[in-house]
């Protein structure tokens, strides 16, 4: 993904061909986050919160080459709709392996 081209960190869903049961996952994927969405996951840890969260878009795809269609995703910091207008603090950028203990 980022890493072979020059987009943003991203990701994608492709339709699962064949499930094994009904419990099966409809779709399968990768996914990268940026540096900005994991420090942020990261500060919304330090501040108690069990599930952290960020906010997801995703775009219908079809590639001409094989033929199928995928969802292109990409996630982004959270930004609750009751603070969208209320600045947040950027959580401290941990600096060593310690620094990620919650």
């Known amino acids: 993904m980022s890493e ?20 099966s996952p409809d779709y399968t994927g990768q996914f990268e986050l940026s540096h900005e969405v994991i420090i942020d996951l990261y500060g919304q840890m330090k501040e108690g ?8 878009v995703g775009w219908k795809k079809y590639s001409n080459r094989t033929g199928v269609s995928f969802l292109s995703v990409r996630g982004n910091v959270y930004e609750p ?22």
């Open 81 to 102: 709709k009751e603070l969208k207008d209320i600045p947040r603090p950027k959580p401290k950028e941990p600096k060593g392996k310690e620094d990620f203990e919650i």
């Open 4 to 23: 072979q081209n020059n987009y943003p960190p991203s990701g994608t869903l492709f339709a699962t061909k064949e499930k094994r049961t009904e419990k």
């Open 49 to 56: 919160i069990e599930k952290p969260i960020f906010s997801m």
